[in-house]
């Protein structure tokens, strides 16, 4: 019974390590990481004698790629496309072993994925390169895992997301007009619901700008400088908050500027000197907003 439940357990912790990983995109910071081929290549010996095999190939330090599924002790990975300026490269490292001419080469080399066949994945395979660069593009291939986790770093690749949160904004600057209201420096409570887009930033931390609106609840303070025939003393009242601006943010921390106004019901709103006008708010938080869901392992560019 201890076995079958230690199996289970190694098992569930496979599958939830599977799980974190899959999808996400890493970064070589070593060079010559060894990766093999997935797909099979049929060599034919002195004697005539068909065989298939894998190759192995080298990963210079640098290179991005993003995990498509674990299979025991290795991670089965696709790299990120390299552009037509390593084609050139491609060729110089090409050492001429091959039967195909270069002509042949190249178009190969320049297909696209859905345009990929069977042969070319073979042709691909057969042009004794040692090292990973453009012809690569678009073939699978497998990294063990000791290698994925020593030799290299999550990578977070540029992606469009949708955002939300909960945001509080505690300082406000309320500008005046040096007649019925003056300038004004307001420290608040305020909670308010933003949404807006998130542009995912290339990089090896995660960090992003936001752009977004919000909705929320404020309370301000008033007295007779902001209300005519308002008693001496600072009162509050809530009112309807309303803000756009924009948030940076660097891993769990963000900061950011917004614009925004603040609208207090009933008659006291009609005579508060700022009802309706703009206001500046200067938000810092830590983990304030997370993505509708994670985009990680989309294929970029080197």
Known sequence: MKQIILLFLVLLTSK????????????????????????????????????????????????????????????????????????????TRFDGKGTLKMEKVTE???????????????????????????????????????DLNDKTIEYYSASNNFTYGVM?????????????????LEENL?????FGYQRQLPSRVKQSINFLGGVGISRVTFNEDTIPNATTEEETAAALMLN??????????????????????????????FQGKPWLGIAIGVSLFTNDKEKQGQLGDQ
């Open 16 to 91: 939830v390590f599977s799980q974190e990983i899959t999808g996400k995109s890493y970064m070589t910071i070593v060079d010559n990481i060894k990766v093999t081929s997935i797909d099979s290549i049929k060599i034919i010996d002195s004697t005539k004698t068909i065989n298939y095999t894998t190759k192995n190939y080298k990963v210079p330090k640098g290179v991005k790629f993003s995990v498509d599924e674990i299979k025991g002790e290795y991670a089965l990975i696709t790299f990120w496309n390299f552009s037509d300026s390593e084609l050139k490269d491609s060729h």
């Open 108 to 146: 190969i080399l320049k297909r696209k994925r859905n345009r990929l066949r069977n042969q070319d994945i073979d042709a691909k395979l057969n042009l004794e390169y040692k090292y990973i660069g453009y012809w690569a593009n678009y073939l699978q291939f497998k990294m063990k895992l000791t």
């Open 168 to 184: 509080t904004l505690p300082i406000k600057v309320r500008f005046g007009n040096g007649n019925e209201r003056f300038f004004n």
């Open 190 to 194: 305020n909670l308010g619901f933003t």
């Open 244 to 273: 756009i601006g924009c948030l940076y943010q660097y891993e769990t921390f963000q900061v950011g500027a917004f614009f925004g106004t603040d609208l207090i019901p009933r008659s006291v709103g009609k005579s508060w000197a």
